[in-house]
């Protein structure tokens, strides 16, 4: 398996722009999760799905964010309109049923926003 | 509140000494702890997991301990490599949400030739 795939892995914008970023978790994982990661605060939880469902988006900022899971293989994580203090770099993780705190992350997306 | 703490913050090494990472948590009840490592430019990988029952866990040259009474957890590194530079991340499951983990700051080491 080639793991969790993120795209893309870098992504510089402007301001205002909306933003789009997309994550393949492994096959067969139920989980999803939806982390940004920064030196100010490290990795937070943005959101997380459990077979496709959202169940806690306690952690998205504001509703600029908002993500989607159509299917157990595809998954976004949209900003609309991005601002600057968006930029960080966000990491998508899945994990199977059984250990879903074991979490196998994909190499993630750094966003800039100008 | 449920948190985890690391201490040091960051830390340098020479290559070929040994070195000690900790982690302290207030999550209860526990479930389980996880230390993950993140290189540069990458996400992070889990190394090694505790259980309350578990005292220590060794993966290589990498070995965690836990202490449930206190709360603490330390992860060793023997004979460090060049590669071994890196954050590490303690992670602590809360057992009420088990789908849902508390991740510590971080400790970034570096370890030079």
């Known amino acids: 398996d080639a793991g969790v795939i993120q795209s893309p892995r870098h992504e510089v914008t402007e301001m205002g722009q909306e933003v789009t970023l997309r994550c393949k978790p492994i096959s067969g994982h139920d989980y999803l999760f939806w982390y940004r990661q920064t030196m100010m605060r490290g990795l937070e939880l943005l959101i997380y799905f459990n077979n496709n469902v959202p169940i806690d988006d306690s952690g998205m900022p504001e509703d600029r964010f908002s993500a989607k899971m159509p299917n157990a293989s595809f998954s976004t994580l949209k900003i609309q309109p991005s601002e600057p203090r968006d930029s960080a770099v966000y990491f998508c993780?899945?994990?199977?049923?059984?250990?879903?705190?074991?979490?196998?992350f994909g190499s993630g997306t750094q966003l800039s926003v100008l | 509140k449920n948190q985890v703490e690391q201490s040091p913050q960051s830390l340098i090494i020479l290559e070929g000494k040994n070195c000690t990472l900790q982690?302290?948590?207030?999550?209860?009840?526990?479930?389980?702890l996880r230390w993950y490592k993140q290189d540069t430019g990458r996400g992070p990988v889990s190394l090694t997991i505790m259980t309350f029952s578990e005292n220590t866990k060794s993966n290589g040259r990498y070995t965690a301990t836990l202490d449930a009474d206190t709360k603490q957890s330390s992860l060793h590194i023997t004979a460090s490599q060049l590669s071994d530079s890196a954050s590490y991340i303690c992670?602590?499951?809360?057992?009420?949400?088990?789908?849902?983990?508390?991740f510590g700051p971080g400790t970034s080491l570096s370890v030079i030739p």
């Open positions: 992670v602590v499951t809360d057992k009420t949400s088990y789908d849902k983990v508390i």
């Open positions: 993780a899945s994990s199977p049923t059984g250990t879903p705190e074991k979490l196998f």
């Open positions: 982690c302290n948590y207030t999550v209860s009840p526990f479930s389980n």
